[in-house]
């Protein structure tokens, strides 16, 4: 884990698991080996992992606390339960431990939100208790943006839950009463607030945060690898609308660059920025502690 301050503000990151089970090539059916090996050439080289010999990756929660509210943004992919992908597979990790040993207990957290509600963002919103998945935030409000809750609701109706998620971590929420729907640009407590960005999924939606010191954004599944600062028209295997996404990522970038805002993507190695270069855009690693 590592923590760095944004104001009156901290941000946590909790890893899960420290990689992806796809390679780039895979993850980004678009890409094209020769433009990432010159990129890996020069800036991007900072991001490769050499441990599995390729672009750095993760699965991973943030934890932003405020003066007012513990928030948890995304939830990862959750313990003991049954996944088509074998790395998350009846995991039995220690990423409740982990956000423990952060500070966190599961009692601490006001709100949970997430960024869209695929597989490895709401593991982590409930835990089996007694044969039963029950919310692990006991007094979390959960926030889900509504259009995102409707798709899902339906597609898991309709039998295209491939991995049962919506099934053990979203509708046992909802169950409780936990969860607060929400339109994509809500905002939640004194320092955050939701933001549409279409593409990945239908309701995908940021979160943004403000603080004294300035800002950061929370982008979930808009980018997967960080080549995609500088080549956003690569879109990943698991966009419902890869145009859609290709295009709310440039027009993220373009946003963002040279504005100081801190980018923390839910899969990159490392929170950063997006620069511009007399080559393009670039992304430049944060300090973090």
Known sequence: MSTMKLGE???TRVVEIPRSTYPTANMLPGSDAAVIARHRAGWLG????ASTGDLGSRIQSYVVRTPNETVLIDACVGNDKARENQLWNMR???WLDDLRAAGVAPEDVDYVLCTHLHVDHVGWN???VDGRWVPTFPRATYVFVGDEWEFWKHESAEGRDHDGCIDDSVIPIV???RALLV???AAIGTHLRFEPTPGHTPGHSCVRLTTTAGEAVFSGDLMHRVVQVAEPQWSSRFCYDAPKAARTR???MERHADSGTLVCAAHFPTPGYV?????GLRFEAAATG
């Open 9 to 11: 503000v901290e941000i």
């Open 46 to 49: 900072a991001f490769y992992d």
């Open 275 to 279: 620069v511009k270069t007399p080559e």
């Open 183 to 185: 339109d994509a640009k």
């Open 250 to 252: 440039r027009e993220f």
């Open 92 to 94: 039995n990790g220690t």
């Open 175 to 177: 169950e409780a009463g």
């Open 126 to 128: 409930t835990r089996k």
